[in-house]
């Protein structure tokens, strides 16, 4: 939990601690610590290996992540997956020593190997990565490797899952340069009022004096904008504190002014939205993809709202903010589409609703088109997988329909004119049918509606 080292188990302290609290203690070597660690280990990674044999497919997520105390750099693979009994299934596949640069080549090879070892090179679904141009090499030469020996569905088109969280952090990023001084200057402030417990209590005094609520201010990860957020909106509400804590800590000579105050609320209150839409798709207890689509349109509303903003501070801001974020969602995302349509909830009305508020009224048609193209054309490979599990040879519908025409001449005049008369009325899909029914209507509440177990219940035998 702490990233302790295995030699803590022969410290003085450590053990004396542990006799304290269980008499029967008896100490343990670093050695033996270790070697039980791997056995652990080694025994869950086999139990997982087996439970992937009956795992069909498998979404892969990989990010870059480096170790606090020691300083190096890991890439960190993870899979997700729905199991039998219709569960979201996650786990950590692999930690991964890459040292800089991190080429795409390198990140393909570690994701392919890692991959391999967990019996999954050819149950890989999607691979979702962050918004960088060598997890674009990287993507593109798995999906050209994987392809080579299994047909991927859609031709690849749901392959590359670009990251969402990701992209919203790029385009706040550019919003909270605007205010890059300020913002340090108020994360020295709190980091200042939090390194001592006379300088807390001092200021916790001062909020007590002018009646203002809350409890003591927050730190932030420099690297994730939305704990910066949350540093700031707290420490907004103690800005008539600073100023007073200032009269009193003669080592305090950095204040944020009343100016400097002014544009971080204003900062605020556009990253308002960015925040609680962050918070609701980086949720990892359920379903998040479904969910996308609405949370985005949210965001263009706000951006398109202030784009005009009288004032000038916001008006550039928000101009800068706008334009990656329809750089980035300038192109129809597929899979979010898809995943959205397949929550009962929102059907093909979520894109019907949501399109035209994203893209031009020419684009958002010619979106909605590829949307539900791309969606019959799944639906057939999966219908043509379900029909012929062991991969051979997929007999096409229209391969069907040229053999039934080819015998309807072997055949007595009433079996010709029924197939005459019930090809003039094709049989509805289950996709059809899906689509024609009013959507599942539910709550607000995300925790009210469970999309898989919906889909369990509703599944076709």
Known sequence: MHEHPFTILEEEGFNLMMKRAVPEWKKISQATAKNDCMQVYELEKNKLRNKLKNVERVSITTDLWKL?????????????????????????????????????????????????????????????????SNNDVAVRILRDDISRSKKLLCDGKLFHVRCCAHILNLVVQDGISEIVDITKAIRDSVEFVNRSE?????FAEIAQ??????????????????????????????????????????????CPSPEDWKKAEKVCSVLEKFWECTHIISGSDYLTSNLFLQ???????????????????IRAMVRRMKTKFDKYWGECNLILAVAAILDPRQKMRVVDFTYPQMYLPSEA???????????????DEYVALAANPTG???????????????????????????????TSEPHKSELVDYLDKPRQKIGEDLDEFDCLGWWKINRIS
């Open 365 to 379: 048609s010619h979106n909605i088109s590829t949307i539900r193209r791309v969606l019959f054309e799944l639906y």
């Open 295 to 313: 949370e985005l349109v949210k965001i263009k509303k706000v951006l398109d709202a202030r784009v005009n903003d009288e004032d000038p501070f």
């Open 198 to 202: 006379g300088r807390a209590l001092m």
């Open 68 to 132: 606090k105390n020691q300083k190096i750099e890991y890439m960190v693979i993870t899979g997700d997956w729905i199991d039998s009994d219709w569960k979201l299934q996650k786990r950590v596949f692999s930690f991964v020593h890459i040292p800089p640069p991190h080429r795409g080549v390198e990140i393909a090879s570690s994701i392919f190997k890692s991959a391999k070892e967990w019996g999954i090179e050819h149950k890989i679904y999607s691979i979702s990565v962050d918004n960088a």
């Open 392 to 422: 051979g040879p997929m007999a096409s519908s229209s391969f069907q329909r040229q053999g039934t025409n080819a015998t309807k001449k072997t055949r007595g005049d009433f079996d010709q004119y029924c197939d005459e008369v019930e």
């Open 209 to 254: 004096q002018l009646h203002i609520p809350g409890k003591k201010l927050l730190y932030d990860c420099k690297t994730r904008w939305n704990a910066t957020f949350e540093m700031l909106n707290c420490a907004i509400k103690f800005k008539d504190v600073f100023p007073r804590f200032q009269d009193r800590e003669q080592s305090y000579d950095f």
